[in-house]
């Protein structure tokens, strides 16, 4: 069974279109994250939520906006996609008192054109 | 920049010997640290933690030790094998924070 699960797991698109990608969880989490991995493999804290709750928000342009239907899901939807977003992008969830072990997802590969 | 670093970015051993990773950490109020596998294609993966209040856990394989003084972090590997290949990231969470503090990571690469 997988744990988290991302998709797609590949993205391909053109400067200027719109985009999501979808995070779903099924350890019964109530904290889930998002990444992201640069090419250098450095790995960033971009959004995390407690309980459907926006917890954390780093300095991310607000072309990057997620959204949390239920504690089992956290999306990711990027407007005005531009050439420095491709990454690769990770959900990750944990308990919140078990934060510093979390369990990711197998990354959504972007790549802007 | 971010607080949490590594020593060398690339580690090559030979299958069978102990590899040691090491971090630089310049945060002193995070709670924990904690090692991170990535293997090629994954997310990555939770190894190991300790309690800031800890110098040394062992758990299956591997020891991880933390020295204060120094703000040094190390991950040891006994009797590397193949699948241990993968990049290694420290990570801390600060005090107040939710969320994963990453250092840059190590690759380290095992031969038979």
């Known amino acids: 069974d997988t744990a988290v699960s991302q998709t797609p797991k590949y993205l391909v698109t053109q400067m200027g279109n719109d985009k999501s990608i979808k995070c779903e969880q099924n350890l019964g989490h109530d904290t889930m994250y998002w990444y992201k991995q640069d090419s250098k493999k450095f790995l960033k804290i971009m959004f995390s939520?407690?309980?459907?709750?926006?917890?954390i928000n780093e300095t991310v342009p607000n072309r990057f906006s997620p959204k949390s239907p239920d504690k089992a899901h956290l999306n990711l939807h990027i407007n005005s996609l531009e050439l420095g977003d491709s990454a690769v992008y990770f959900c990750?969830?944990?308990?919140?008192?078990?934060?510093?072990?979390?369990?990711f997802g197998p990354g959504t590969r972007l790549l802007v054109l | 920049g971010e607080s949490v670093g590594l020593h060398l970015p690339t580690l090559s051993v030979q299958e069978g010997d102990n590899s040691i990773i090491n971090c630089a950490y310049s945060?002193?109020?995070?709670?924990?640290f904690i090692w991170y596998k990535q293997e090629s294609g994954k997310g990555p993966q939770f190894i190991i933690d300790i309690r800031s209040n800890m110098d040394k856990r062992q758990g299956q394989r591997v020891t991880v030790l933390l020295n204060k003084t120094v703000k040094h972090l190390s991950l040891q590997i006994a009797a590397t094998q193949p699948g241990d290949s993968a990049v290694y990231f420290c990570?801390?969470?600060?005090?107040?924070?939710?969320?994963?503090?990453f250092g840059k990571g190590t690759t380290l690469s095992v031969s038979s």
């Open positions: 939520y407690n309980n459907k709750e926006l917890i």
């Open positions: 945060n002193s109020a995070s709670d924990y």
């Open positions: 990570a801390e969470i600060p005090q107040a924070g939710t969320a994963l503090i």
């Open positions: 990750a969830s944990s308990q919140a008192a078990s934060r510093r072990a979390q369990y």
